[in-house]
């Protein structure tokens, strides 16, 4: 069973640099047509999409934050992480990462989500 | 940009009695429309994918319909543990786009 863990920093200060990662057990990020997405969760706005990863490398961004990210993976580790560049009050938010499973179009399985307060 | 409309905000029923809840997408999304629910410090939980494909030990309760602009997820008969809150969420290839609806909460 794949399990996802989002760990970083809690607390950031305005215009730095937010740098999560997503350790994923149970399973390889290297499988087939999967991909890894981060996802942010705001009284606000709701939930927003942030962008996604794929073993290989390529990636794909929310056109709203593209200029500040940066999502990257380490098969050799297992995990993926956001780099959001930058960051303002408006970036804090619950963070998640999730997989959507090769062949559908929805996230199946999602980490417990991680507080970032600017 | 895609965006999902759901409605209503809020729907306040009893245990055994049936919920539908409505998303509208501002154009089509074909069947590409999933559901989660979610409740309070918990992560999403898929329920629906596909507009009506229950995800992996979904109950039959939930059932979902719908294509193009208009989609439902009913829960047949409300059990205590299904008061939460639940988005639909759109993705399109071409190009690409995720997002998702506000929310409905669903009260007791």
């Known amino acids: 069973q794949v399990q996802l863990q989002e760990s970083g920093p809690g607390l950031v200060k305005p215009s730095q640099t937010l740098s999560l990662t997503c350790s994923v057990s149970?399973?390889?990020?290297?499988?087939?047509?999967?991909?890894w997405s981060w996802i942010r969760q705001t009284p606000g706005k709701g939930l927003e999409w942030i962008g996604y990863?794929?073993?290989?490398?390529?990636?794909y961004y929310n056109p709203s934050l593209k200029s500040r990210l940066t999502i990257l993976v380490d098969t050799s580790k297992n995990e993926f992480s956001l780099k959001l560049y930058s960051v303002t009050a408006a970036d804090t938010a619950v963070y998640f990462c999730?997989?959507?499973?090769?062949?559908?179009?929805?996230?199946?399985?999602w980490g417990q989500g991680t507080m970032v307060t600017v | 940009e895609i965006v999902l409309t759901q409605s209503p905000a809020t729907l306040s029923l009893s245990p055994g009695e049936r919920a539908t809840l409505s998303c509208r997408a501002s154009?089509?999304?074909?069947?590409?429309l999933a559901w989660y629910q979610q409740k309070p410090g918990q992560a999403p939980r898929l329920l629906i994918y596909?507009?009506?494909n229950r995800a992996t030990a979904i109950p039959a309760r939930f059932s979902g319909s719908g294509s193009g602009t208009d989609f439902t997820l009913t829960i047949s008969s409300l059990e205590p543990e299904d008061f939460a809150v639940y988005y639909c969420?759109?993705?399109?290839?071409?190009?690409?786009?995720?997002?998702f609806g506000q929310g409905t909460r669903l009260e007791i």
């Open positions: 999730a997989r959507r499973e090769g062949g559908f179009d929805a996230f199946d399985i």
């Open positions: 149970g399973g390889s990020i290297s499988s087939g047509n999967d991909d």
């Open positions: 990863i794929h073993y290989s490398g390529s990636t």
């Open positions: 154009q089509s999304v074909s069947s590409y």
């Open positions: 596909d507009a009506s």
């Open positions: 969420q759109q993705r399109t290839n071409w190009p690409l786009s995720i997002t």
